[in-house]
């Protein structure tokens, strides 16, 4: 099955959108996020209902590093019911917890590495039609891209 995209999972219709490298392409060099993205109001029967249909069998949940009981519970819940969908979780970073400083020591070299990673996304992306090019960064993308506006 290819790779689908679902902006948001607690929907009344269910829209899902290919995650083709024509699509994706033009996300590279942009910071933000193409899935969207959502603050609260957290409802875990209502995301794995969503998760029910039968074209979904994976979900990518980001969330801190203190929410992660929450991508447990999740995963019981898909056990409970039965559900095979592998669940990918992936940590928020330490976005600013160090004190705000010019540059910190390796800045360039993360910067550099970070451009180098980015850029073979297409590479992986392209060898084959069920592969993603993700590249996670330390920071987010506003506070990378706002570093480097000072630069």
């Keep these: 099955m290819?790779?689908?995209l679902i902006r948001r999972l607690i929907l009344r219709s269910l829209v899902l959108e290919d995650l083709a490298s024509?699509?994706?392409s033009r996300y590279i060099f942009f910071s933000g996020t193409i899935t969207?993205?959502?603050?609260?109001?957290y409802d875990n029967k209502k995301i794995v209902n969503s998760v029910k249909d039968p074209r979904i069998n994976q979900v990518i949940i980001k969330?801190?590093?203190t929410?992660?009981?929450?991508l447990f519970v999740f995963i019981q819940e898909l056990r409970r019911r039965g559900l095979k969908v592998a669940v990918i979780g992936i940590a928020k970073t330490i976005d600013y917890?160090?004190?705000?400083?010019?540059k910190s020591f390796g800045f360039d070299t993360a910067?550099?590495?970070?451009?180098?990673?980015?850029n073979t996304t297409d590479v992986e992306e392209e060898s084959n039609k069920t592969c993603i090019g993700l590249v996670k960064?330390?920071?987010?993308?506003?506070?990378?891209?706002?570093?480097l506006n000072k630069i």
């Design 67 to 70: 929410k992660k009981y929450k």
């Design 97 to 102: 917890d160090i004190p705000i400083i010019d």
């Design 2 to 4: 290819p790779f689908k």
């Design 36 to 41: 969207g993205t959502s603050r609260g109001g």
């Design 22 to 24: 024509h699509y994706i």
């Design 111 to 118: 910067v550099e590495e970070a451009q180098r990673a980015i």
């Design 63 to 65: 969330q801190p590093k």
């Design 137 to 147: 960064l330390r920071n987010n993308g506003k506070f990378c891209k706002t570093r």
